[in-house]
């Protein structure tokens, strides 16, 4: 996503040393004289040498992550094997001790009388050995509000079955980028064994805008094709409308299939414009999905038993109040300022049709 324009366009000290009000950085620029302009254009093509420098730094970044990967792997297909019940851990593996104060000062009584408690409810019901760990990722959609928003009533039945999200790294040599893919069990919804999702980055400064650059950033996504069974697809629904003959006065019923609002939209993001113009509601939808996408890499996948706990959630609102409050005080210090400049989202390339997932 592009940075914020107008970042430059703070109040500026004029050469008598009083402060006017913001002026642009053109207009400063051209009040220089003509030999400290020479010297600024120097500075600059200076900084276009650094962001490309800074460019090749994230390429390595890149490297990187798709090395530590590799050794992330091996712990990810295990936590898979124990959610699925696979694989059951041995003690040793299961001990772990909270250094949580409360419940390390919980009152003995208050253990004994909670003891008898699950005594009586084993004696009441008949005892259950639950495989797994049941609705490990949907209860980590339900609980992180990002993901919760996407979720419907009717996409819950379908991602009880979802076993496990991998992120892939895109290959030494080859473009940029990072692919989840949503591995599912045998269902009755669809036969694809795994949905992906590919989130195509750039890390290179923009020749038309090269101050710009902060570092990589994802510039266009690919979904896949859902082999849906007959009539499972909660991505549409059936509507029934009554047409009247204008000759005969007969009235007929029809049905049509009209979009339905899904989680499993996710693998059909909305399509950039060839000439990057796009109306307000499919560059807000585009930009969301792009957030998404490096949250589940980020976030969800690397930490998924500390959101499914919900202690990932204590740690992001934290963050979040943080962010707040200092928001607060830029606003207040911005306060009177009339040049209200936002960041434009222009995605600049056509997005791809949707590829095939992949299937059994």
């Known amino acids: 996503m592009e940075a914020n324009k107008g970042k430059g366009d703070q109040g500026m000290q004029n050469p008598s040393g009083q402060m006017d009000r913001p002026v642009s950085f053109h207009f400063l620029e051209s009040m220089l ?3 400290v302009k020479r010297r600024v254009h120097a500075l600059k093509r200076l900084q276009v040498q650094c962001a490309n420098i800074e460019a090749k730094f994230y390429e390595e970044v890149h490297e990187l992550e798709r090395k530590y990967a590799a050794l992330y792997q091996p712990l990810f297909e295990k936590r898979r094997d124990i959610v699925t019940g696979t694989v059951e851990p041995t003690d040793e593996e299961c001990e772990w001790h909270s ?26 019901t008949p005892e259950e050995d639950p495989k797994g760990i049941p609705e490990f990722w949907l209860t980590i959609f339900k609980s992180v509000d990002m ?21 892939k790294f895109s290959e030494p040599g080859q473009p940029m980028s990072f692919t989840l893919e949503f ?20 890390s290179e400064p923009d020749a038309s805008d090269p101050f710009s650059f902060e570092g990589p950033e994802i510039i266009d996504c690919e979904g896949c094709q859902i082999d849906w069974h007959k009539g499972k697809d909660v991505t549409v629904k059936t509507i029934k409308k009554k047409q009247k003959h204008k000759g005969r006065g007969t009235v007929r019923t029809v049905t049509k299939q009209v979009p339905n609002d899904s989680f499993f939209n996710f693998f059909n993001p909305v399509k950039a414009s060839p000439d990057g113009e796009m109306d307000e509601d499919s560059e807000f939808t585009l930009a969301t999905d792009f957030e998404i996408g490096h949250f589940f890499r980020e976030r969800i996948v690397p930490r998924a038993v500390l959101y499914f706990t919900g202690e990932a959630l204590e740690d992001d609102e ?23 400049d936002e960041g434009d989202f222009d995605p600049k390339k056509e997005q791809p049709q949707p590829a095939e997932c992949k299937q059994q």
């Open 318 to 340: 934290s963050f979040e109040e943080e962010e707040l409050e200092e928001g607060d005080e830029e606003e207040q210090d911005e306060e009177g300022d009339d040049d209200d």
């Open 147 to 167: 993901l919760s928003d996407m979720l419907q009533e009717h996409d819950e039945p379908i991602l009880k079955h979802l076993k496990d999200i991998q992120v």
């Open 33 to 35: 004289p003509k030999v």
């Open 99 to 124: 250094d949580r104060e409360e419940e390390e000062e919980l009152a003995e009584e208050v253990k004994e009388k909670a003891a008898i408690e699950d005594a009586k409810k084993e004696e009441a």
């Open 183 to 202: 591995h599912f069990e045998p269902n009755g919804y669809f036969n694809n064994a795994v949905l992906t999702k590919v989130y195509k980055m750039k």
